[in-house]
């Protein structure tokens, strides 16, 4: 009897202990609504495709449709998406206008390999272009002007008439 009270006590002195340590970690880790509201990183309520293209220091063409855009608040750096759809008439004519570093490349099959952005498109209800056939892809600048550190692009036909272009930045 008296070795059993002996643990109890004991036990009972570990919680007094450790108790509070515990709970606020606990709190910590549930996701109170401050709480979820301060994790880095986050996805940006209140991002525009206009507020996006201006960050990303890119226009989007008048003519663009399915326009769709993200910002992702991270640790050091903030992650940008940009998508919309173009007629095809119209993409090489934007591409040029972006000034790419050199010519975009053509993948003709997706990506062998799993690839997880930090940044993924499907954020805004999209496959993401490294999972799709027959996409042009490249490089626009890195180190970019500015507080820009790096713009990639992708353009994926959707058909014949219409592609869609995928703008990912880093800032």
């Not at 990303?56 to 003519?63: D, H, Y």
Request: glycine residues 8%; charged residues 20%; proline residues 6%.
């Amino acid at each position: 009897m008296k070795n059993r009270r002996a643990r109890v006590a004991l036990a009972l002195g570990w919680a007094v202990v450790l108790g509070p340590a515990l709970a606020s970690c606990s709190s910590a880790t549930t996701g109170d609504a401050a709480g979820a509201r301060g994790q880095v990183p986050n996805w940006a309520e209140d991002a525009t495709p206009a507020s996006v293209s201006e960050q990303l220091g890119v226009e989007i063409p008048a003519t663009a449709t399915d326009r769709r855009a993200a910002y992702q608040n991270g640790f050091q750096d903030d992650g940008l998406l940009l998508a919309f759809s173009l007629s095809t008439a119209e993409v090489d004519a934007f591409v040029t206008g972006l000034a790419p570093e050199r010519e975009l490349t053509l993948r003709d099959k997706p990506l062998q390999k799993s690839v997880k952005s930090t940044t993924p498109f499907s954020h805004l209800g999209l496959a993401e272009p490294e999972t799709l056939p027959d996409v042009r892809e490249g490089q626009i600048c890195g180190p970019c002007e500015g507080q820009l550190n790096f713009l990639q692009i992708a353009v994926h036909p959707l058909d014949d008439r219409v592609s869609r272009v995928y703008l990912r930045g880093v800032d």
